[in-house]
Each structure stands twice: as structure tokens, then as C-alpha cells.
């Protein structure tokens, strides 16, 4: 049997969102080194008289004089980053983590919540394959001329059992969003500064439409900080009731909480982030936490680790406790 029929065979009605999903993983980075090249392109182009070379590198020593003041700052590193990006309608940046975990370890699967709905009713396999694809689109930059800008965002997660003995996605999560960004250099404490104040509507579900449906739909607001190689995100939400959510998952509140807070360390390359949520509510019975490592590998991956203990994994399983345990690439991290 040829490769292409065993890949026909295997994924049939699941293979486009494998292919959609790669294919816009594949976009990113091409759109990642095609920016970087044409960067290295400008500074590169002509030649240099003997001045010129003595002036530009005067200049550069310059630059890294400004730039080391706040070159220890990750929000503010990655907001230069972004504002490099040329003003045209093709550009987008990565938002969330994107990654891919070719392995992905689930101590306790929901076997229960999937009884019947699965290919030939297979039991969840421990391993799998997970990823995510998390993108911004600026809609609106600088809005009546103030620090205030509009964007577009979207987090896709998906779960796959491509060990199974016939490879399904038993889980995919749809995220759209749109926010309003407000840069701010409050400083709060000598060290602690705030760098931005969002506000934004959040809609997420799994798109199964039967007796797995899972949706909720949030409005929050959201605060960014940072010092020296630390950020801290807090984000509380505020859940807006409909009748998908009553009916699929009216306690969601109870294991997904009304918030979460995200912290993240750099250094030297590696970044270290934790995001914890529903920590006060229930007296912090369904604590949730998900620590990452990401590590440079080449210019354009990363390493990366991530370790998940709680509810809430994926939406289906919002109120299911598991641990799990997962090692792939990344294209970018937190900061």
C-alpha cells in the first residue's frame, strides 16, 4: 500500500484541518524568515565607503547604548519586534505560543467523555500529538491618532491521536477574539512598570455541534507589567451566559474560573513561563497551572517543554483533572 492511500485510510475527514493547520504553520515561518531576510537585505545591499562603515558603526554603538537601558524589559523587546513589521494588509504576528508537540503524554484520559465517539469506539491512547496556531491582525493602529489599537486574533488548539490505531483529532478549540490594546509606561514601583491595558471579547468552542459541544463567550480586561527579564499578565474575565453554555456546560465557571495570571522569566534565550487559573474560587480545589520552557534551537524554532497539571486541557475536558507532559518545536514563546 503506497504512502498516500495509508494517509487516506488513516485521516479521511480529519486530514484538512491537518492540512489547513500545517499549512498555516508553514506560512508563519516562511512570513517570519521572509521579514528577517529582507531586513538583512536593506542593510546589506550597497557598499560602504570607509566613512560610512566608520559612522554606521558609531551609530550601532549608539543604538546598543539606547536599546541596553531597555533591553532586559521582554514586553517592551517584543513590542519592537512587532512595530518592525511593515504597515501592509499581510501582516499579522504570532500572539499565543505556536507549537507543535509530536509527543504529548496524557497521564489520565477522558475515556468517559468520548465513549461512542470514537472511530470503531477505540479507547484515548496516553500519547498523541498536540499543537497550536495563535495569530494577531492589527485592524486599526493608533486609533484618532492615541496609543490605542484594534486587533484581530485567533487560537486554534488541536489533539490528536495519531497513534491510535486509526489517527482522529479527538479535540479542536476554536478561539476567535478582538481587543483593544492601550500603551501605557506607568510605572508602578521603581522596577515594576505597566506596558499595556487591553479590553476584549473572547468567544471559544470545540464546533462538534452534538453532545459534545462545549462554548463559552467572555469579555476581560487585561493587564501587562514587566521588569528587568519578567512579565506578568493579570487577566480577569467576565462570563456572558447563553443558551449553548447552559445547556452544554453551565458549571464551566467552577472549574475554568474567572480569570487566570500569567507569569514569564527570560534568560539568555530561554524563556520560563507559568499560566495558573481558578485559584480562589472553590478554596483552589481545581487549581490549574501549565508550566513552559522554551529554548533556542535555530534562528526561526525553538525548543520546547510543556507541562500541564489540572482542568480544563481542552474545553471538552473542562471539568476532567488530568497531568500531562509534552516536548516539540516552537515558533515563538510569551516573550
Not at 505560543?97 to 497521564?107: E, V, W
Amino acid at each position: 500500500m503506497s504512502i498516500f492511500h495509508f494517509l487516506q485510510k488513516k485521516l479521511k475527514a480529519s486530514r484538512l484541518r491537518v492540512y489547513l493547520g500545517f499549512l498555516v504553520l508553514g506560512s508563519l515561518i516562511l512570513a517570519k524568515s521572509t521579514f528577517c531576510f529582507a531586513q538583512t537585505a536593506d542593510h546589506n545591499s550597497y557598499p560602504k565607503s570607509s566613512k560610512q562603515i566608520l559612522k554606521s558603526k558609531t551609530s550601532i554603538k549608539k543604538n546598543k547604548k539606547i536599546l541596553g537601558q531597555a533591553s532586559n524589559d521582554p514586553v517592551k523587546e517584543r513590542e519592537r519586534k512587532e512595530k518592525q513589521i511593515p504597515p501592509n494588509h499581510f501582516a499579522i504576528s504570532l500572539y499565543k505560543p505556536t507549537y507543535i508537540l509530536p509527543y504529548y503524554y496524557t497521564g489520565s484520559p477522558a475515556n468517559a467523555i468520548y465513549e461512542n465517539n470514537t472511530p470503531n469506539n477505540e479507547s484515548l491512547k496516553h500519547s498523541e500529538v498536540k499543537y497550536q496556531l495563535s495569530f494577531k491582525v492589527p485592524a486599526w493602529k493608533n486609533i484618532l491618532h492615541r496609543p490605542t489599537s484594534l486587533y484581530f486574533a485567533y487560537t486554534q488548539q488541536s489533539y490528536w491521536q495519531v497513534y491510535n490505531h486509526k489517527a482522529f483529532f479527538r479535540e479542536t478549540d476554536y478561539e476567535p477574539e478582538f481587543f483593544l490594546a492601550t500603551e501605557l509606561n506607568y510605572r508602578i514601583t521603581k522596577n515594576w512598570h505597566l506596558d499595556f491595558f487591553n479590553l476584549g471579547a473572547v468567544h471559544q468552542s470545540n464546533g462538534f455541534g452534538n453532545a459534545l459541544e462545549r462554548t463559552w463567550n467572555r469579555i476581560y480586561l487585561e493587564a501587562i507589567l514587566s521588569t528587568d527579564n519578567w512579565m506578568l499578565s493579570i487577566k480577569p474575565w467576565y462570563i456572558l451566559g447563553n443558551g449553548s453554555m447552559h445547556q452544554d456546560n453551565p458549571d464551566i465557571a467552577q472549574f475554568l474560573g474567572y480569570g487566570r495570571i500569567l507569569i514569564a522569566h527570560k534568560y539568555k534565550g530561554h524563556v520560563f513561563s507559568l499560566v495558573a487559573h481558578n485559584f480562589l474560587e472553590g478554596h483552589a480545589r481545581s487549581i490549574t497551572g501549565e508550566l513552559t520552557w522554551s529554548f533556542p534551537l535555530t534562528t526561526y524554532l525553538k525548543g520546547y517543554v510543556q507541562v500541564f497539571s489540572g482542568y480544563g486541557q481542552s474545553l471538552l475536558e473542562y471539568n476532567h483533572r488530568t497531568n500531562s507532559a509534552g516536548l516539540g518545536l516552537a515558533l515563538n514563546d510569551w516573550v
